[in-house]
RNA sequence: GGCGCCUUCGUCAAGUGGUUAAGACACCGCCCUCUCACGGCGGGUUCAAGGGUUCGAAUCCCUUAGGCGUCACCA
């Protein structure tokens, strides 16, 4: 049986949009769930749109998503180079080939002379998609098309074809932007004589706007490439795992979070789905979510350094244990732990709440009291401080949350924060933490 | 506009003539609880429309509508 090859065959753009990273990792996990070969192949044809160290950006954000390229401009490979305008003698070879067959043309114009190939304008050419069963489109509907620009590169519906060809591509998965113009590329492989690679074209990743109105998803849906969404604080494996299940669904199984070994296995042409997806952020935030959770509190903290920075070693493992289950990404992070570097300004509704019965006459007395136990605590430690104001408690005869609620609002000044009342003296310190509590039974007192 | 592709909950989707039409996200409610999360339990909403075929249709056929794509010396 023939051997199993795809290729992601990207142009130098310097952007990895979400859709094309999919392409690439469907290809990807296609060929390794066949034991065959993933290509990587640098389609730069268009001089005006090159954009410098754009094949880095490719290679580096493929890495990043661990979709390891078994050949590719830096992967080395039998059938390099892989770069197109490196391969420009070759086209030009075929396109000549096509011409001494009658089946294209020179065309003349002022830019220069280019090679145009020669459609048929009558009948009908017919191929067939792995998703979508055969299509067929009348030939009267196909142009004359450039195979040769007149500045010697060969144009996408050209190149694409001799490389698939000479590089042994059996699976050609792409986007369904090309299925109009596959036949172009069919009745290439006629002209030649060669054996057709089998279709698969993609159904596109549309976004959902503000507004409601869903379309192919573009930057005005917000992050939308893959870089975009690291810079924004999901990890690489949350988002190819997400990206995975948008388009594909695993066969006999409702597994949804996928290791790419996983994928892998997991992964079949059948499950592939032909109708649009829309990119859904709240999604991608739960799955994110799932990531953090399933690490140790030492790798989040890892991973969240940089948000981090200024607590020490243990108060960041510590942090860490509370973060992890309440960020969708790490930039979530700052606005939640902020008030432990700056606190809100003081204010004295937060001091009332029903639920736990406290006003804040009540609070400033429990606030009293808590300052004296604390400020006699020598050993700034969570069981510490669970201990004295768990003593605190029942000697008191208040409910816990009747002591908690003051204490963590004069701590934090905010209604809402990851962690409670003994969390938040821990990470403050003793003295910070005596300090705030002072500051507001003050403030109070007023 | 011509041609082509697509259409199951708000979203991702399972489903391939007989199912109470899975599951997940989101949403809502309850429990847990010092807040928010986590966790647990429960809930509502879906086969685009209309015709056929059939004892029986989300599944097959036709029509309509809508969405998307394509008609470049861009890919």
């Keep these: 049986m023939k051997r199993i090859r795809t290729r992601f065959a990207p142009s130098p753009t310097g952007y ?34 090159y954009v410098a160290d754009a094949v880095d950006f490719i290679e580096r954000t493929l890495a990043a998503a661990k979709i390891i390229p078994d050949e590719g401009p830096h992967h080395g490979g039998a059938f390099a180079p892989y ?16 011409v001494a067959k009658g089946h294209a043309y020179y065309e003349e114009t002022e830019q220069g002379v280019a090679i145009r190939q020669k459609m048929p304008t009558v009948g009908e050419t017919t191929f067939y998609d792995v998703l979508h069963g055969n299509i067929t489109i009348a030939n009267s509907e196909l142009e004359d098309q450039v195979l040769l620009k007149s500045d010697g590169m060969p144009t996408y519906n050209f190149a694409n074809v001799v490389d698939d060809h000479l590089m042994e591509v059996s699976h050609i998965i792409r986007g369904t932007e090309f299925i109009t113009s596959t036949p172009k590329h069919v009745l290439l492989y006629e002209f030649f004589g060669w054996e057709l690679p089998t279709f698969i074209h993609l159904a596109p990743v549309m976004g959902k706007a503000a507004d409601g109105t869903i379309s192919k998803l573009s930057k005005r849906h917000g992050a939308t490439s893959f870089n975009d969404l690291i810079e924004a604080g999901y990890l690489p494996e949350a988002i190819t795992n997400y990206v995975a299940l948008l388009g594909w669904s695993p066969k006999n199984s409702c597994q949804e979070i996928f290791s790419m070994d996983e994928l892998i296995k997991a992964f079949s042409l059948d499950g592939l789905s032909k109708s649009p997806a829309v990119f859904d952020y709240a999604k991608l935030d739960w799955m994110s979510g799932e990531y953090f959770k399933a690490m140790t509190d030492t790798a989040f903290a890892e991973v969240a350094d940089k948000y981090l920075a200024a607590f020490d070693e243990p108060r960041k493992v510590f942090l860490a244990s509370l973060l992890k289950t309440r960020v969708a990404k790490l930039s979530d992070i700052p606005p939640m732990i902020d008030f432990l570097k700056t606190p809100p300004p003081f204010d004295i509704d937060l001091f009332t709440n029903k639920r736990n019965k406290v006003t804040p006459q009540k609070s400033a007395e429990i606030l009293h009291a808590a300052i004296k136990i604390l400020s006699e605590v020598a050993e700034w430690t969570l069981e510490a401080l669970n201990d004295k104001i768990a003593a605190f408690v029942a000697e008191s005869g208040l409910k816990v949350g009747s002591v908690m609620w003051p204490l963590r609002i004069a701590l934090s000044m905010q209604k809402v924060t990851p962690g409670g009342t003994t969390e938040i003296l821990y990470l403050l310190g003793k003295e910070t933490s005596l300090e705030r509590l002072n500051a507001a039974l003050e403030k109070l007192s007023a």
Excluded: C, P, W
Excluded at 23 to 32: E, N, P
Excluded at 83 to 98: G, P
């Design 16 to 49: 990895m949009h979400i859709g094309n990273l999919r392409t690439a990792l469907y290809a990807y996990l296609f060929a390794k769930s066949q034991g065959g070969d993933f290509i990587l192949r640098i389609e730069d044809t268009d001089r005006a749109r």
């Design 83 to 98: 770069v197109q305008s490196e391969r420009m003698d070759i086209y030009k070879h075929y396109a000549e080939e096509l």
